[in-house]
Structures are given as structure tokens and as C-alpha cells.
């Protein structure tokens, strides 16, 4: 597990991340130590709202690095890289999804069995209970909307950036947000969630 984003110390500016690149594509271990370092938190964390489990996020992270390493020399500095990283994160995470052939719809019992196991006060449970149920409706959006909702509403990153993540015009991201935010109501009514329970993503 990763403990955290960790800065690398004077990346702030465009000519430092391009020295940065530079020592990256020629194989420097000490830069590929720190640029995991740096954003292996991050990486992790997105790539756990697209797959299931600890350990499929952790096999993405993996995956992340190892292509980060084979591709670095295509990276042109068009956009930053944790937008490069994050583009190859996302891309990853929905491969594995469509190569999942499990593809059943998660029950009330079922959410309530995700929201955990241990005994805890009606309310908490009722919490967890949507929450679960949430989720499961964030599940079942389409992966290109599943996609720009996570990365704008989970990861707070702007529409701008999504653009430059999904390479696709900002105009697509802002009607893919907005039909995902739809859909993503839709269903969580469907399953009694209302919006004031915390279904109005």
C-alpha cells in the first residue's frame, strides 16, 4: 500500500520536469525511484475506482510504471506528467475491466455484504448500506462515462485536464459529466437511494 504522494523536489516548473524526463530517458535509476515515489499514491488511487480489489489496483500501479518506463522516450511534454501517468493509469484500469467477464448485478443483500461485515450502530449501517449501493451503481455506467465522473468528481481534477487525460475535446468531457451524473441518478433511484442520501453525484 502506498502511504501517500511524496513531491519531487523541483518539479514545479516546466523546465525542471523537462530535465526530469531527460534523466528519466536515459535511465536514471534515481529520477524512476523518485517519480514512483512521487506518484505511486496517486496512481494507485485512481486505478482502485476502476477495478476490483487491493490487489488488482496494486497489478495496475505495476503495469503504470513498467509502461511509463518502455514509453518515456514518446513523452513529448505536451502535458505534465502525472496527466501522461494518469492517462496511462485510466487506460490500464478500463483494459482489465473489459476483460472481466463477471458481469452481475449487485443486489441489495449483496451491497449490504460489501458494506462490511461487522456489527455497528442502524445508522452507520444505513450509511455504508448506500454507500455500497452507490458504488455499485458507479459500476454499471458506461466506461467512458464512469470514467470522466471519477476523475472530476473523486479525483477533483478539471475539466481541462480530463481532456488531456482521455484525449478528447473538453466540449465531450462536459457532456459525458453531465450524462454520467445522470445515469449515475437514474440508477441509484432505481435502488431506492434518494438524492439527499448522497446518490446526487
Known amino acids: 500500500m502506498y502511504a501517500g504522494t511524496l513531491p519531487l523536489p523541483g518539479v514545479a516548473s516546466p523546465d525542471a520536469e523537462a530535465a526530469l524526463v531527460r534523466q528519466l530517458v536515459d535511465g536514471?535509476?534515481?529520477?524512476?525511484?523518485g517519480l514512483h515515489r512521487a506518484h505511486?499514491?496517486?496512481v494507485y488511487r485512481v486505478a482502485r475506482r476502476f477495478v476490483d480489489g487491493d490487489?488488482?489496483?496494486?497489478?495496475?500501479v505495476q503495469e503504470v510504471f513498467v509502461a511509463a518506463f518502455r514509453y518515456i522516450d514518446r513523452f513529448r511534454g505536451g502535458s505534465r506528467l502525472r496527466?501522461?501517468?494518469?492517462?496511462?493509469?485510466?487506460?490500464?484500469?478500463?483494459?482489465?475491466?473489459?476483460?472481466?467477464?463477471?458481469?452481475?448485478?449487485?443486489?441489495?443483500?449483496d451491497a449490504e455484504r460489501t458494506a462490511g461485515h461487522a456489527i455497528t450502530p442502524e445508522a452507520l449501517a444505513a450509511d455504508r448500506q448506500a454507500l455500497a449501493v452507490l458504488q455499485a451503481c458507479l459500476d454499471r455506467l458506461e466506461p467512458r462515462k464512469r470514467a470522466v465522473l471519477v476523475l472530476h468528481e473523486l479525483e477533483g481534477l478539471d475539466t481541462r485536464?480530463?481532456?488531456?487525460?482521455?484525449?478528447?475535446?473538453?466540449?465531450?468531457?462536459l457532456?459525458?459529466?453531465?450524462?454520467?451524473?445522470?445515469?449515475?441518478?437514474?440508477?441509484?433511484?432505481?435502488?431506492?437511494?434518494?438524492?439527499?442520501?448522497?446518490?446526487?453525484?
Request: hydrophobic share 35%; glycine share 4%.
Open 28 to 33: 536514471d535509476e534515481r529520477a524512476w525511484r
Open 40 to 42: 505511486a499514491a496517486d
Open 55 to 60: 490487489a488488482e489496483a496494486e497489478e495496475v
Open 83 to 109: 496527466t501522461w501517468l494518469y492517462r496511462i493509469t485510466v487506460n490500464r484500469a478500463l483494459k482489465r475491466r473489459r476483460w472481466r467477464t463477471r458481469r452481475r448485478e449487485v443486489g441489495p443483500e
Open 161 to 173: 485536464e480530463i481532456a488531456e487525460i482521455l484525449q478528447c475535446p473538453r466540449s465531450t468531457v
Open 175 to 201: 457532456t459525458r459529466l453531465s450524462r454520467a451524473r445522470q445515469d449515475l441518478l437514474r440508477l441509484a433511484q432505481r435502488r431506492g437511494l434518494r438524492a439527499d442520501d448522497g446518490g446526487d453525484a
